[in-house]
């Protein structure tokens, strides 16, 4: 089986995600990744054999989404351009993971694929919004990205076509500690801007990632790292607590070593906000954004004594059997009709 998995490439969270999915997916058959996007960091190790700038994110000094700077990149005919040239039918599979261009070629050459990821769980209307809902955002997360069938990733399963997140090795297996620190990822903003409202909280430290950093450096109570997977992944396994966004992966594996979480979604990422909502459950505490008031609010989350409650998530060679046994099925019935020896061999 050839496998096409389109990855959007607009954070770190879907990269990190394919990192440890492809290992999954290449028991299955050869596996070929498109990245579209520009603001991710990782990527290396993946075998990506076609790319794209697609639709790319820039920030403003607030924290929020620059609209006007996302516009004038934003290039539709090119869009169309790259998704014309994709080769689909080369694939007997296209798993889509939020990415625009493959859902773009998938509708203009009729091909059946698979949204795979947190956002196809958002075409479910169980799954938790925030008291104020976003039209704008809304109509994003549904029509963005869409597949012959969507199969959904979030904090637990809302609904039956969404299962428990994709956790990765290193935190599965690894052995959580508390060494003090408080880890932070908020990458809507600036190393100086973060070390403003943490550095009077003397009696704290910090390890702050940000995308600026290109050493370790200290300055005081913080300690800043450049985006690395294996670092950040050691500093949230050792931590006390971690502060971020309102993604998804990052929250999902704080959660299940059982670290306390501190979140502040990004201005005008609605999904965060929706994300944001799920967490609490878990008595997340949520921040609109860095002010006078942040380390107040940081100083009572992190002496808080309420113990974290740890969700259950599934493994995830299942979460990848269930996915392709729902693909199979739903959203590629030709492949059963093709004769090639083992074309569907699944394993166990």
């Not at 790259?82 to 039918?89: I, Q, R, T, W």
């Not at 955002?137 to 809302?158: P, R, T």
């Not at 913080?222 to 396994?237: A, G, H, K, R, V």
């Not at 990422?269 to 921040?287: G, I, K, S, T």
Request: include cysteine; proline fraction near 5%.
């Amino acid at each position: 089986m050839r496998i096409f998995y389109a990855v959007q490439a607009t954070g770190n969270g879907h990269i990190s995600r394919a990192m440890e999915i492809l290992p999954y997916l290449q028991q299955y058959g050869e596996v070929d990744i498109f990245l579209s996007g520009t603001n991710a960091q990782l990527g290396q190790g993946l075998p990506v054999l076609y790319r794209s700038k697609g639709l790319s994110l820039d920030y403003n000094k607030k924290g929020g989404l620059d609209y006007w700077k996302i516009a004038k990149k934003l290039k539709p005919l090119m869009l169309v351009k790259d998704a014309m040239k994709l080769p689909l039918h080369r694939y007997d599979l296209i798993l889509n993971d939020f990415e625009c261009v493959t859902s773009l070629a998938c509708k203009l050459k009729r091909m059946p694929s698979v949204h795979f990821g947190h956002q196809a769980s958002f075409k479910s209307q169980l799954v938790p919004r925030p008291i104020q809902k976003d039209l704008l955002g809304e109509w994003v997360l549904k029509n963005y990205c869409s597949g012959s069938i969507n199969l959904g990733l979030h904090f637990k399963a809302y609904d039956d076509n969404i299962n428990t997140p994709i956790i990765k090795s290193a935190v599965v297996n690894a052995k959580p500690t508390d060494r003090g620190h408080v880890t932070v990822y908020l990458p809507q903003y600036q190393g100086s801007e973060i070390a403003t409202y943490l550095k009077s909280l003397t009696y704290i430290h910090f390890q702050v990632f940000t995308r600026e950093t290109r050493t370790i450096k200290q300055l005081d109570n913080i300690t800043f790292f450049p985006i690395d997977n294996e670092m950040f992944t050691q500093s949230l396994i050792d931590c006390h607590g971690i502060i971020t966004g309102g993604g998804f992966e990052t929250p999902a594996e704080a959660l299940y070593l059982g670290k306390r979480v501190m979140v502040m979604p990004i201005h005008g990422q609605y999904e965060q906000w929706c994300n944001a909502a799920a967490l609490q459950e878990w008595n997340v505490p949520v921040l609109d954004n860095l002010t006078t008031r942040t380390g107040v609010c940081i100083h009572r989350w992190y002496f808080n004594d309420a113990p974290v409650e740890k969700p259950i998530f599934n493994e995830n060679a299942q979460i990848i059997r269930w996915m392709m046994d729902k693909a199979r099925i739903s959203a590629a019935p030709a492949l059963a009709s093709k004769e090639e020896p083992g074309l569907l061999s699944y394993p166990g």
